[in-house]
């Protein structure tokens, strides 16, 4: 099996890339999805893991396979050098191409697949049907649902055996019953999201890499805040795809969970 064909299978089982270029093109956003590095040779095993890092790489290399399938780009802008003794991206390339390690990375495609990875982060905090923020045909950002009324220490709690990480912070009452959630994963908080999430009336308001005035706005408007690390609140999510697409790569594989991020 080449690198070629298990994309295929990627964007047949999830979501394919030209999801990422629509959703790009929707809302004037930037993206680099597909075969990132691609050595040409048969696939041994796949490595899946959140991000392209010098871990990724020597865990790959270390189980003997010759594939990484990121979340995170491994390239993401444009690389004007390269220098393994200062930069590590540079030294994970680096890596990759010694060792012929390819790398597949799929990034806002499978944020917003029906099944990608803001669907399971919604999932994980226990809703089921949403509303969606940023819709696009065949998927969509950001989502607004009901959750089973539950006194917010209890439901931290949750989160936190949930999702794996000791790192959740709350800002806000700690009295409320939290009972409708809007959740965007990653870093794709913006004021829409935030006026979408105070109109449909959530009083908890879940994603990551918030701003303090971002906190602060929504506080103020009465609302529950919770900050997951961006690691745990989409590793939870492509976990999820790898479990759900493994048996269909038909080589050795397995899923990366960094503890160092969690």
Not at 21 to 35: K, V
Not at 53 to 75: F, Q, R, W
Not at 85 to 95: G, L, T, Y
Not at 182 to 211: E, H, I, P, Q, R
Request: hydrophobic share 40%; charged share 20%.
């Amino acid at each position: 099996m080449k690198v070629e064909e298990v994309l295929h299978i990627l964007e047949e089982r999830i979501a394919p890339v030209a999801l990422s270029d629509a959703f790009c093109a929707r809302y004037n956003m930037y993206d680099n999805s597909g075969i990132i590095i691609n050595c040409g040779n048969e696939v041994t095993g796949a490595l899946f893991s959140l991000d392209f890092s010098i871990k990724a790489v020597e865990t790959a290399i270390e189980k003997g396979y010759n594939l990484i399938i990121t979340h995170h780009p491994a390239i993401y802008g444009g690389i004007s050098r390269i220098d393994i003794k200062k930069d590590s991206k540079s030294r994970a390339i680096e890596k990759c191409i010694k060792n012929g390690v390819s790398v597949i990375s799929m990034h806002l495609n499978f944020d917003v697949a029906p099944q990608g990875i803001d669907h399971y982060l919604m999932n994980g905090l226990g809703g089921k049907d949403c509303l969606v923020c940023a819709p696009v045909t065949g998927g969509g950002y950001g989502r607004v649902y009901e959750v089973a009324p539950t006194p917010v220490k209890e439901f931290l709690k949750k989160v936190a055996s949930e999702f794996k990480t000791h790192r959740a912070v709350y800002h806000g009452d700690e009295n409320i019953t939290v009972s409708k959630i809007g959740s965007f994963c990653g870093a794709g908080f913006d004021d829409t999201n935030m006026n979408f999430a105070t109109a449909n009336g959530c009083n908890l308001f879940v994603s990551s890499d918030l701003k303090h005035h971002e906190i602060l706005e929504l506080v103020e408007r009465g609302m529950g805040v919770l900050e997951l690390t961006h690691y745990s609140a989409e590793s939870y999510g492509f976990n999820r795809i790898y479990e759900n697409i493994k048996e269909s790569i038909n080589v050795p594989s397995s899923f990366l969970f960094d503890e160092r991020f969690a």
